[in-house]
Structure formats: structure tokens, C-alpha cells
């Protein structure tokens, strides 16, 4: 696993936003997996600001959303949607219809899912899968357990993860919704690369522990250890731990 360490969280918002302009150019129609969150906001920032210079072309290109609450509709202003059209689909050149989210409020949220993974695999696959992680090593909606499901499924909230959400719904974590639709692990680590890109103290233990710990379902995130092309991007905060341990 590469880790790649930044002064501060706006260069590497930066560098990955310019990386991925100039992955666009080569590679115009390609498939994008993408995060909701604190973490990505200023790399959608800055590939906003890459596209208003002419310098990031996403007309050919085709997301997938990693996840969406369950119950909430997409124009809801708590729904990951609407997150993602306020801070990057209002901002670049995306065509709708190649912008592919799970859907909260569909009336069968199994069909849904299913819906979903064979979207991706019609679409080719995902080419560069973007990741947040949570404090509790959670990516996606794919919370720490026993056990986890491999594809695009159904998930039940941890009141931590609740309490992360809050802010989307008026600060009120009694709001955010118990449920959730997500891509699975399997679904994510099929991606061809994955970044994952994590600021701030908060996020170093579980760093710590997806880099060095074992393979646990425990930490959702030690999968990615089994990928061939996993990067981490990290301000100096998030990867304190890495640094004690070296
Ligand atoms: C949510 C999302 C995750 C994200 C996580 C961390 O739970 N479902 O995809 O990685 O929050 O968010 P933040 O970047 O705000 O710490």
C-alpha cells in the first residue's frame, strides 16, 4: 500500500484533484467511484476550480456514489445527492446521466442494490475509486462487525456513524436516518485504483490500524490491504500514528 503524507489538507486536496484533471485527458470516459463527507469537500473545491480554468473535462466521465441514507429522497437536503450537488456536480461538467447514485427511496432496496452492482459492471467497472474512511475504520456505510457483505447492500447505522452524519440534518444525529444503502467491500476493492484520503487527528488510529493491524472485518477498511493499487493520502494529523510506530 503506497502512503503518500502532505503538508496540509489543501495540498493534497490539490494534487489529487490535479491528478485526476490529468487522468480525464488520456482517459476522458472514465469511471469514477466517489465519497461523501468532511474529507473530499476541498477536493471537490478544487476540481470545481480546475474546471472553471478549463483545465478538468468530466463530460465524458461517469460516477457511481458509494452510498445514500435509506428513506431519505435524493432532493432531500440531508441526502448524500444533495451533498454531492452542492459541492461537485454543481461545480463541473458532468451529464446527468452519467452520474449514478444508489436510490434511498426505492420501493425494494434489495432490487436496488442489485440494480446497482450490475450498473457498475455494465459501465465497465469503476476505474478510480475515491475513498473517506470514518474514525471507526468504517468506508462507505460498511460499519465494523462480525461479518460483512460483500456486494452493494443494505446496512444498519452505528450511533457513531449517526453522530458523524448529524450535521447533514440540522445537527440532530436523532435524524439521521438508522439505515443506509452501500456499496459492499467487494464492490469497492473490484475498482481497477483506489485513494483513500483521510486529515485530521481523529483519523490516525484507525489509519494505524488499516496499515499495520490484520485483516478484520472489525475494520472494514484493512481489506484494502488485498488491493494491488491502493494509495493513501494523508495530512501530517492523520498519519501522526504511522509516524510514532516507524
Ligand atoms: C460517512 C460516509 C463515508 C465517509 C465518512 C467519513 O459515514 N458514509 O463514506 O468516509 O463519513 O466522513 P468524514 O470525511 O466527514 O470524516
Known sequence: MKTTIFKDE??????????IAAALGPRPTSILG????????RLYRELGTLHAHAQADFSQATTFNLDEFLGIPPEHPGSYRSFMQ???????NLQPERINFLSGVAPDPDAECRRYEAAIEAAGGIDLQLLGIG???HIGFNEPARELAGPTHRVTLKASTRRANAALFGGDAEQV???ALS???ATILHAKRIVLIATGKSKARCIARLVNGPITPKL???????????????????AEALAVRA
Open 10 to 19: 489543501r495540498t493534497l486536496a490539490r494534487t489529487l484533484a490535479v491528478q
Open 34 to 41: 466517489l465519497p461523501t463527507g468532511r474529507t473530499p469537500i
Open 86 to 92: 452542492e459541492h461537485l456536480f454543481s461545480k463541473v
Open 135 to 137: 474514525t471507526n475504520g
Open 177 to 179: 436516518p438508522r439505515e
Open 183 to 185: 456499496m459492499g467491500m
Open 220 to 238: 472494514p477498511a484493512s481489506f484494502l490491504q488485498v488491493h494491488r493499487d491502493v494509495e493513501l493520502m494523508l495530512d501530517a494529523a492523520a
